[in-house]
């Protein structure tokens, strides 16, 4: 009779060995796009099957020495700390994934890029000295490569699965380019700006989410960041002269989740230094 197989053996360790390893790291962020990954639940177990999880503070203390074959990077660089720990990150890792808003595009702690983070710390804490922060909070893309971003505040259980199953397959993710509108067209919501006249940012918005703020009669507020090519500025005038929504509420839509993504960044800025979406003379 053939015996069992010794699981803590040479040849099972062998196989451990060679399942690529995964590291989960944590910036400037609330943590919860790696919530999304322990949100997998069934998933997580067909996953372990197929990927060792050597680095992932946010659910186990075990900690597994790199280089590692995937990382999945969250949060954005805030800290000198930061920005020595992402240059490490990258040096142990095949492969780089920047994962949501902050990861991708600064986040909402962004925001400070256009305030005075003196007198912001002045404000909020009362040793301000005891703080060592950047003047920015900016995107893990501006300081290391990233081979692929997702989007999103949080990113989606979906996302992350194909994008993982990509890595295993050596392929690279299928996403689609589209905006939010054509979601709300796919699952048949009826456009809640033109039917309702609420501000909405699909026009402009990557889809990804599902147009799950529209469906319950809300509009858009941009969490996946720009659509490819949006027109931002037509889309903010139209809010205006259609919709009548002061200038300044248009610079606050778009400062929110995504609020260093250049083409809200820039439209943002345009909007702020004229009194009128899209600039001066728009």
Known sequence: MKRP????????????????????WKFSSCDGCQLTLLDCEDELLALADRLEVAYFLEASRAVVEGPYDLSLVEGS????????????????????????????????????????????ARTVYAEPSYLDVLATATPIA????????????????????EAIGAFLHGRRPAFGTVSVCQEC??????????????PCLGPVTQAG???????????????????????????????????????????????TFNAAAPAFADAAAAADESGRPGGEGA
């Open 185 to 198: 067209k796919r699952r048949g919501t009826v456009c809640v700006m033109v039917s309702g006249g609420v």
């Open 5 to 24: 197989a010794d699981a803590s053996g040479p040849v099972a360790r062998a196989a451990q060995r060679r399942r690529p390893r995964l590291a989960v």
């Open 142 to 161: 501006e300081h290391v490569k990233v081979d692929f971003e997702l989007r999103g505040c949080p990113i989606t259980k979906e996302q992350l699965l």
């Open 209 to 255: 989410c599902g147009a799950l703020c529209p469906a319950y009669g809300r509009g858009c507020y941009g969490c996946f960041g720009p659509a490819e090519s949006p027109n931002v500025a037509s889309l903010m005038r139209w809010w205006q002269d259609e919709l009548g929504v002061e200038p300044a509420a248009t610079v606050r839509a778009l400062r």
């Open 77 to 120: 660089i805030t800290t000198p700390d930061e920005l020595e720990r992402i240059q490490e990150v990258r040096r142990q890792s095949r492969t780089v994934i920047a994962i949501g808003a902050c990861a991708t595009a600064g986040g909402i702690q962004s925001l400070r890029n256009v305030l005075d983070v003196d007198e912001l």
